[in-house]
């Protein structure tokens, strides 16, 4: 299957991140999220790619070229003019000729298994399959809502809370078929959520929700841009070059023959700690390796756990223990 990649937009309110890049040039760990997207359609495949730029088309065309050093095969359609989502795809109709062909944002982040999003449109073959996502704030976004079946019922644009019927929002991931687009007009601004979609929901075309796993995030703000640079460098982002931290020294070795230790389980052990060592200070504890406490009968030493979020409590008297972890346990409610 073929792809058309939009990346026409300036996004205006990311400016404040990106100056005068486009849009898809914003990087994601280092690399431009439209060359993300291309990551994403060649790991599923799909390598015969058109992209459709308008705003400052001229780091895109010099950093992409004909897609070879990205694995892929790109042409390129510069709008003069802007045309809307449904308008510029369609001055490509040279390139899918016929078939029926994907559509992806190239200035959005997203991981989703698009081999399934396929086979799931050519098992059905509506007049369009669009790749729908939960979301709990839907508002910047365009609803659908779907039967049980995931045939789509209707589409609701950038909704007020009280018609809100769905938390499914359109990604603007899409797989259309040649008579879907018949209907957009030539040369015209023309929208495939505002004015293609309930056209052919108007027309009685089948259109077919698909909801996807995985992860999607528009980066149009710039709030927006670094939850998803920090949800690539946690993983919730699945990226092929993530880097890796060294994990974190854990070490806790066993108890001493003889003596006791009772394990404290709670939510924050270094904040659990402070209140610990506050209390402790005045007593002469010594803080070099941990709290250590003695009182010439028995020894008490309070660490954190490194494994879980617990604190240790050790010592060679077993009431003592006892008396301290219940102490420890007091500090962590």
């Not at 999220?33 to 308008?54: F, N, P, Q, S």
């Not at 070229?65 to 369609?90: Q, Y």
């Not at 490509?92 to 399934?116: H, P």
């Not at 756990?305 to 050790?314: G, Y």
Request: net charge negative.
């Amino acid at each position: 299957m073929k792809a058309i990649v939009l990346a026409g937009g300036e996004g205006k309110r990311l400016k404040a991140v990106t100056g005068d890049l486009p849009k898809p040039m914003a990087p994601i760990l280092g690399k431009p999220v439209m060359e993300r997207i291309l990551e994403l359609l060649r790991a599923h495949g799909i390598t015969d790619i058109c992209a459709t730029v308008k705003y400052n088309p001229g780091p895109i065309l010099d950093h992409f070229g004909d897609g070879s050093a990205f694995g892929v095969r790109l042409t390129w359609s510069v709008e003069t003019e802007a045309l809307g989502t449904a308008g510029g795809v369609a001055n490509c109709r040279d390139f899918w000729n016929g078939e029926d062909f994907l559509v992806i944002s190239g200035d959005a982040a997203c991981d989703f298994d698009l081999t399934r999003f396929v086979r799931d449109h050519e098992a059905h073959r509506p007049a369009a399959s669009i790749a729908l996502y939960p979301h709990p704030e839907p508002l910047r976004y365009g609803l659908a809502l779907t039967d049980r079946t995931g045939r789509i019922l209707r589409f609701t644009e950038k909704p007020a809370w009280e018609q809100v019927l769905t938390n499914l929002i359109n990604t603007g991931i899409y797989i259309l078929s040649p008579r879907a687009m018949d209907r957009v007009p030539r040369g015209i601004p023309y929208d495939f959520g505002k004015e293609l979609f309930p056209a052919l929901l108007d027309g009685g075309e089948e259109l077919r929700g698909i909801i996807m796993d995985g992860y999607w995030c528009d980066i149009g703000t710039p709030r927006a841009y670094y939850q998803c640079c920090l949800d690539a460098l946690d993983g919730r982002y699945a990226i092929p070059d993530r880097p890796e931290e060294p994990p974190l020294p854990r070490y806790d070795p066993p108890a001493a023959p003889g003596r006791q230790q009772r394990r404290v389980l709670c939510r924050d052990r270094a904040g659990v700690m402070r209140a610990v060592s506050s209390a402790m200070l005045e007593l002469g504890a010594d803080f070099s390796d941990g709290v250590v406490f003695g009182d010439g009968t028995a020894t008490v030493r309070i660490h954190p756990d490194s494994r879980e979020s617990a604190i240790l409590v050790e010592s060679d008297d077993s009431a003592a223990a006892d008396a301290f972890a219940a102490f420890v346990e007091k500090q962590s409610t």
